[in-house]
C-alpha cells in the first residue's frame, strides 16, 4: 500500500522549495485547507438547510439569521486569513472595496490574498458543483503598515501560490506555488486532504470545449469560426468534440486540466469587458494553467502579464489546453 501524504505533510515538505521559507506560505495554505472545510460542509448541508429546516431568510433552528452562502464562504476565509497573522489584507469578489486588517499584529503580514469565495453560485440551488478560487501575493507596502490598493493590483506574474477548491462529488483543493499543481481530496472520515492528484498535467490538446453557447450570434467572426471547427469533422480529431458547460468556471476548468479541453468566455455586447474578474478568478487559474503545461489568454494576450487597473476589472477569457488556446487565438487575429 503507497503512503498516505496528507496536505498539511505535503506543503511542510515543500517548504524547503522556497529559499528562506518561514512557514508563513505554508500557514496561509493551511488557513485556507481550514476555511475551504467549513465552506464544504456547508455547502453539503445547503440543501437540508434550505428546504428542510427552512429557507433563506428566515431563523434557522439555533435561531441565527441564515446567510447566503457565499457570503457564509466570505466570511470564513476573511476570518482565517486574520486570525491567521501572515496576511495583512484581502480583496474579494463579495466585497467593492479592499480590507486592510485593522490589527497590529495582521499588519505585520507579508502576503494579500484575493479570493472568489464561492465561483458558480448561481449553482448552489440546483445542486451543481461550485468552487473557492484563490491568489497569494507578497505586499508591496511596507511591513507594519495597513495593506494597500496597490498591494491588490499586481500582475498574475507576481502570485506567490494560486489554488481552487472544488466543492464537487468530493471536495478537492488544487494549488501551485510556481513548481507544479498538486491535488488532494477531502477524505470526509479523517476530515484530512489526501495528495490524490500529484504534478498535474493538461492534455496539450482535449475534444470538450465549454462555453455558453447561448451567446455564439454575437461573438466576433474569429470566435464563430473556432466553435463551428469544434463542432466539424474538419478539425485535428476528424470528429466534432463535446460541448461541456458546467457554468462554475472552477469546475469546467477542473475538468479541462484532467482531460483537456477549453474554456471560453468571450467579450460580448452584454459583457464588453468579458464576463470573469482577472484577480479572483482569471489569474489564478491562469498560472494553475501555466504551471500544468497549459495556456490563458484573453485571446489575445497572456493574462498573467496583464497590469490590473482596478479591483473588479473584467476580462475576456481562453484557458486550457495549450493547442486549443493557440488555435483559437490564430482564428482570432485572422
Ligand atoms: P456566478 O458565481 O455568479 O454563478 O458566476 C459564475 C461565473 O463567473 C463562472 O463561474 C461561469 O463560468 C460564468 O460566470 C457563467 O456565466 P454565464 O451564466 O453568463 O454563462
Do not use: W
Not at 431568510?57 to 476570518?79: H, M, P, R, S, Y
Not at 491568489?135 to 502570485?159: C, H, K, V, W
Not at 455586447?269 to 494553475?288: I, K
Request: proline residues 4%; glycine residues 10%; charged residues 20%.
Amino acid at each position: 500500500m503507497s503512503k498516505l501524504t496528507t496536505l498539511v505533510d505535503f506543503i511542510y515538505e515543500k517548504q524547503a522549495d522556497f529559499p528562506f521559507a518561514t512557514g508563513e506560505l505554508s500557514r496561509i495554505l493551511s488557513s485556507i485547507s481550514l476555511a475551504s472545510k467549513m465552506v464544504s460542509r456547508d455547502v453539503r448541508q445547503a440543501g437540508l438547510v434550505d428546504h428542510i429546516l427552512g429557507a433563506q431568510g428566515v431563523d434557522n433552528i439555533q435561531g441565527e439569521a441564515q446567510q447566503k452562502l457565499d457570503l457564509v464562504a466570505d466570511t470564513a476565509f476573511i476570518n482565517a486569513f486574520e486570525q491567521g497573522g501572515d496576511v495583512c489584507g484581502i480583496a474579494s469578489e463579495e466585497n467593492d472595496d479592499f480590507l486592510a486588517f485593522p490589527s497590529a499584529h495582521a499588519q505585520k503580514g507579508k502576503y494579500v490574498v484575493l479570493f472568489d469565495p464561492l465561483d458558480g453560485s448561481s449553482n448552489i440551488d440546483v445542486n451543481v458543483s461550485i468552487g473557492t478560487i484563490f491568489s497569494i501575493y507578497r505586499r508591496i507596502s511596507s511591513e507594519g503598515t495597513p495593506a494597500t490598493l496597490e498591494d491588490m493590483l499586481q500582475a498574475g506574474t507576481e502570485q506567490i501560490a494560486a489554488g481552487y477548491v472544488l466543492y464537487g462529488s468530493s471536495t478537492m483543493l488544487v494549488y501551485t506555488t510556481g513548481k507544479g499543481v498538486h491535488g488532494f481530496t477531502l477524505d470526509p472520515s479523517t476530515g484530512e486532504f489526501c495528495l490524490s492528484h500529484p504534478d498535474m498535467k493538461m492534455p496539450e490538446r482535449g475534444r470538450m470545449y465549454a462555453m455558453n453557447e447561448g451567446n455564439i450570434n454575437t461573438c466576433e467572426p474569429g470566435l464563430k469560426e473556432y466553435i463551428a471547427y469544434c463542432q466539424s469533422n474538419d478539425n485535428d480529431y476528424n470528429a466534432p468534440y463535446s460541448g461541456r458547460y458546467i457554468g462554475s468556471l472552477v469546475a469546467d476548468f477542473h475538468r479541462n486540466l484532467i482531460k483537456g479541453g477549453i474554456y471560453i468566455y468571450p467579450a460580448i455586447p452584454a459583457s464588453p469587458e468579458g464576463r470573469l474578474r482577472l484577480l479572483y478568478e482569471c489569474n489564478p487559474l491562469a498560472f494553475l494553467a501555466e504551471q500544468a503545461g497549459g495556456l490563458a489568454t484573453t485571446g489575445r494576450k497572456r493574462i498573467l502579464e496583464i497590469k490590473p487597473s482596478a479591483l473588479h476589472q473584467r476580462i475576456p477569457y481562453f484557458v486550457g489546453s495549450k493547442l486549443m488556446v493557440e488555435k483559437a487565438m490564430s482564428l482570432l487575429q485572422k
